[in-house]
């Protein structure tokens, strides 16, 4: 299986392999520093996003697996996963460096090279999110795949939805301080740390990026349970549920209403 896994698509493969690595001394700063940065520990923010962006390297990597015949071949394909790669660790030495001098990362107007590069980090963000878009397209006009029919339309719809929704729950989250659709403050849960008392955008923004988790899971099992005339059905039901949920995280957080109970923690 790790022989599979390295050799589907190498570039995302080993990128996911060096940032879960990454893990380990970037939780060993966030044991150490003491710092904070609008109350959260300084190394926080490096720490999550190492992973899960080796989370999605790793999701890339295993699905690339069941792109088309010839899309890996193509002239396009290496250049453009290489250059995926690239923004991604490009991504995290900014947010690395920010955590270094003890400053924000995102929405830092005060520090001149840190609000020079923003717009910047904020293109390549959108662009290494693209990968999810581009796998997703291919998978979806594959009419000679192996998949189940569902399934593959699950996988498809997961990954476009992730590209499409995480962009939409970040231009949300661009147009406020960064977390908060209403009044920005009150106490945050232990383990995402997303407001129990308002509106925080993170819980959209969190949802968005795991389409290509959940609804391919959500997807492996309607194939399982039911035959390919009801299953493709269910499988679109379900993409049009999850984004309307996604949707509705975000009206409710630009509300300042706090995510549902009991899952707001």
């Known amino acids: 299986m790790i022989s599979d896994f390295l050799s589907r698509e190498p570039v995302f493969a080993w990128s996911a392999v060096i940032l879960a690595l990454a893990i380990l001394p970037l939780g060993a700063l966030y044991g150490m520093d003491g710092r904070l940065v609008d109350g959260i520990p300084v190394w926080l923010k490096p720490l999550k996003f190492a992973l899960s962006l080796s989370l999605y390297c790793a999701t890339l990597a295993w699905f ?36 270094a001098l003890g400053v924000r990362s995102h929405f830092n107007m005060d520090h001149p090279v840190l609000a020079a590069l923003y717009p910047v980090m904020g293109l390549l963000a959108v662009f290494l999110t693209s990968a999810a878009l581009v796998y997703g397209l291919s998978i979806w006009a594959d009419g000679a795949s192996v998949l189940s029919p569902a399934f593959r339309l699950a996988v498809a719809l997961g990954l476009i939805l992730t590209f499409v929704l995480t962009v939409a729950a970040a231009g949300a989250l661009a147009t406020t301080d960064g977390r908060f659709g209403g009044t920005p403050n009150g106490p945050g849960g232990p383990l995402f740390g997303w407001r129990l008392d308002g509106g925080d955008l993170r819980a959209a923004h969190f949802f ?3 389409a290509l988790h959940i609804l391919p899971l959500a997807g492996w099992l309607i194939a399982r349970l039911f035959p390919v005339s009801v299953a493709v059905p269910l499988v679109w039901a379900a993409a049009a549920l999850f984004t309307a949920g996604v949707v509705s995280l975000m009206v409710r957080a630009f509300a300042d209403k706090p995510f549902p109970p009991p899952l707001g923690f």
């Not at 015949?69 to 453009?80: E, H, K, M, V």
């Not at 996963?81 to 955590?99: G, H, N, P, Q, Y």
């Open 64 to 99: 690339a697996g069941w792109l088309p015949d010839g899309i890996r071949s193509s002239g396009w394909y290496g250049p453009y996963v290489t250059a995926v790669a690239a923004a991604i660790f490009i991504e995290m030495a900014w947010l690395c460096a920010a955590s």
């Open 208 to 210: 968005a990026t795991h």
